[in-house]
Every structure is written in structure tokens, then in C-alpha cells.
């Protein structure tokens, strides 16, 4: 935010406005864990079916 009031009103502003930076943080924190979630579900069915198709076990296995 871009403010060519002096100091004092824009803090008034600001503190105003502050009901409205919070939702929309909230709803870009809520925005971000939803697609972390959605990112290791991914992870985790692209493993099983990995995991399906190699009869011989984990990759972690593998370097053993």
C-alpha cells in the first residue's frame, strides 16, 4: 500500500483497514495449506502406484 498521506493518518488508516488484511491473510494462509495438502496427497497416490507397480518393494530398498 502506497501512501502519500503524512504518518499520523495513515496509521489511522492502516488500523482501519486492518479487519480487511487479516481476512485476506487468512484466506491466503488457508489458500496455501489446502495446496500443500492437495501436493502430498498427490505425493502419496504417485507413491502406492509406484510402489504397485514395483513387485520387488520401496525405492528405499532399492539402496540397500
Known amino acids: 500500500m502506497i501512501a502519500t498521506a503524512p504518518m499520523s493518518s495513515r496509521a489511522s488508516t492502516d488500523f482501519a483497514d486492518l479487519p480487511s488484511y487479516t481476512r485476506a491473510l ?8 489446502a ?3 492437495r501436493n502430498v496427497e498427490r505425493k502419496a497416490q504417485e507413491n502406492s502406484s509406484s510402489a504397485k507397480r514395483n513387485s520387488t518393494g520401496s525405492h528405499r530398498s532399492k539402496r540397500y
Do not use: G, K, M, P
Open 26 to 33: 487468512h484466506a491466503y494462509t488457508q489458500n496455501l495449506w
Open 35 to 37: 495446496e500443500a495438502r
